[in-house]
């Protein structure tokens, strides 16, 4: 398997039998670019699987993950479903409106396969043909996620002086991604 999934332009980039490139120019859409590809310009496979779990996590929340989300501690999609599955709470995640159409095992498993593929180091994340085989196969034990690539949170501080809390966003990655959208 050589997935491309990254943003359509990028499948251009490389050769027949090619599975990494380095690149000086970073081209994609922000929120399905993996950190490795973003911080440093290293396209690989593993930036596809990145990819991959956004969509299966945007597909079973049907939101996006270019958009803020109104918590205090996470902002972006993949934050928040990480937040729930610790928590335990990440049936939290799926929309109301597929809940009674699906399996709540299937689902957590979904979303377990799709933190997976999110995880800030490219090494911790599975090959596609063991994604695809942990789709297929509903009795194989999966391992634990660990945190995901741009996990952004928000953190209060308290002025000293000051009785106001000020609101501060910050990356474990040390990135910052503006997204605009239009009305």
């Known amino acids: 398997m050589n997935p491309k999934i990254s943003d359509f332009g990028m499948a251009r980039m490389f050769g027949v039998n090619q599975t990494e490139s380095k690149t000086g120019r970073v081209v994609g859409t922000l929120g399905y670019m993996s950190p490795e590809y973003v911080l440093n310009g290293l396209f690989s496979e593993k930036s596809d699987v990145f990819s ?67 995880q800030e180091y490219a090494a911790a994340r599975p090959t596609m043909s063991s994604i695809v085989s942990m789709l297929g196969n509903d ?33 474990i990655n040390e990135v910052t991604i503006t997204s605009t959208e239009p009305r």
């Not at 999609?77 to 095992?105: F, H, K, T």
């Not at 996990?151 to 106001?164: A, D, I, M, P, Q």
Request: include cysteine.
């Open 52 to 118: 991959f779990g956004v969509l299966l996590i945007e597909i079973i929340s049907t939101k996006r993950n270019s958009r803020l989300y109104p918590t205090q501690k996470t902002l972006t999609l993949l934050g928040y479903a990480w937040e729930l599955w610790r928590e335990n709470r990440a049936l939290e995640l799926m929309d109301e409106s597929i809940r009674d159409s699906c399996v709540p095992q299937e689902v957590l498993r979904c979303i377990q396969i799709g933190l997976l593929c999110v």
């Open 139 to 171: 009795n194989g034990t999966l391992p634990s996620p660990e945190q995901p690539g741009f996990f952004l949170k928000s953190t209060s501080t308290v002025h000293s002086g000051n009785s106001s809390d000020a609101s501060k966003s910050c990356s």
